[in-house]
């Protein structure tokens, strides 16, 4: 059974950081794609980093230079360090293990149950 628990969302002004953490269980980080989904009211969930399970890292352009992912395999967790919030960064935020085309797609994925950012 697949279980993953998201924290570190809260609320934080403009020009902030936060550190989101997940934590697996019921998987194996060193064997499947992990990533970070977004989705603000009204709008599709998206993709905002993703991880391979050889340590690989993509993060779309929107928010390149900005936000980090990584992962501790010892500890079955993930992290994403997101620096320079803007308000447009306001959304939920899920994370998400074993999706399609390499975690850069929402069908199929395993997902936790989100943590709420939100930026003023």
């Known amino acids: 059974h697949v279980q993953l628990v998201e924290s570190g969302g809260g609320s934080v002004q403009a020009g902030g950081s936060l550190t989101l953490s997940c934590v697996a269980s019921?998987?194996?980080?060193?064997?499947?794609?992990m990533a970070w989904f977004h989705q603000a009211p009204g709008k599709e969930r998206e993709g905002v980093a993703a991880?391979?399970?050889?340590?690989?890292?993509s993060i779309p352009e929107s928010v390149e230079g900005r936000f980090t992912i990584s992962q501790d395999n010892a500890k079955n967790t993930m992290y994403l360090q997101m620096d320079s919030l803007t308000p447009e960064d306001t959304a939920m935020y899920y994370c998400?293990?074993?999706?399609?085309?390499?975690?850069?797609?929402?069908?199929?994925?395993?997902w936790g149950q989100g943590t709420q950012v939100t930026v003023s």
């Open positions: 019921g998987i194996t980080f060193e064997t499947l794609c």
């Open positions: 998400a293990a074993d999706c399609s085309r390499a975690c850069r797609s929402v069908v199929d994925c395993h």
């Open positions: 991880i391979d399970s050889d340590g690989s890292t």
